[in-house]
Structure formats: structure tokens, C-alpha cells
């Protein structure tokens, strides 16, 4: 029997064009910019260099890299209860359009909804629109799709 809430696969097809998910907030402060410039090794000075960005960029912050944000949203696609997966996996990302910048201090959060179904041999493969919104954008920072395998088990 599912867990309570959770969708089993063979149920999803029909979910097609339903909102599955709205994140929380979640900030993108300058800390976890420089974080994620460490790891990346990006340190482009629109991320990092808070002086240089209060003097030459539009709003005065550095800049949250495109990647960041995609990956903080990205999460909640896999906290959406499926009933019956063994294991997931992101197999690609498609249709990415960055449309506003998020500044440091920003909070994004994800709205996730289901664009296709398709059944495998093993379980399942979903393409999961996301739109990415930002406290106090007026458009959204980024719409993307992600497409995720799931194993049955």
C-alpha cells in the first residue's frame, strides 16, 4: 500500500498537466553563492565580489549563478511522493531559460508540474516542468524542464 500521499507510478499518466509541488522559500544568501562558486569552480566577480557588483551591477548584489538556481529548484521535484520507486535518477534537463537574475538574498522557490508520463520496462520516465520564482520578481527567474527516471521496486 502507498505511503500516505504518494502517487503510485501506474496512476501517474493520467496527472499529466497537474501541479504536483510548490517549494519553500529558500534564499540564496551570499554565502551559499561563494559556496557553490568554490565548488565549481566559477568565481566570476558578478557571484563574488560584492564591492565590485555594488558599484557596476543594475540593483548593487552580485548575481546567483544560472546552475544554483537550477539545482535549488530541482529538489523539490525529488521530495514529490511516488509510491513503488526503487531508485531515481535526473536524466536530462531540457528548455532551460534563465528570464530574470536572482541577487543575493534572493528566496526561490519551485513550482513543479507534470508534463509527460511515459512508461518504461523498468517503471518510468516523467518530464517535470519547474518554473522558478524569486520574492519580489516580477517574472519568473527560470523555467525548465526535468526529466527524471524512476525504477519500480
Do not use: C, K, N
Request: net charge neutral.
Amino acid at each position: 500500500m502507498p505511503a500516505s500521499g504518494a502517487m503510485p507510478l501506474d496512476g501517474m499518466a493520467g496527472r499529466v498537466g497537474d501541479e504536483f509541488a510548490i517549494g519553500s522559500w529558500t534564499p540564496l544568501t551570499q554565502a551559499r553563492i561563494a559556496g557553490f562558486a568554490d565548488a565549481t569552480g566559477d568565481r566570476q566577480w558578478i557571484h563574488v565580489d560584492s564591492a565590485r557588483a555594488a558599484s557596476e551591477l543594475p540593483g548593487g548584489q552580485t548575481i546567483a549563478h544560472g546552475f544554483l538556481v537550477l539545482a535549488t529548484a530541482s529538489v523539490v521535484v525529488q521530495q514529490i511522493p511516488l509510491a513503488g520507486v526503487a531508485a531515481s535518477l535526473i536524466y536530462g534537463i531540457d528548455r532551460v531559460r534563465f528570464l530574470a537574475p536572482v541577487t543575493a538574498g534572493t528566496a526561490i522557490r519551485a513550482r513543479v508540474t507534470l508534463a509527460e508520463w511515459q512508461v518504461r520496462d523498468d517503471g518510468a520516465q516523467a518530464r517535470w516542468r519547474v518554473t522558478v520564482e524569486g520574492e519580489a520578481l516580477a517574472r519568473p527567474a527560470a523555467v525548465f524542464e526535468l526529466i527524471v527516471r524512476y525504477r519500480a521496486g
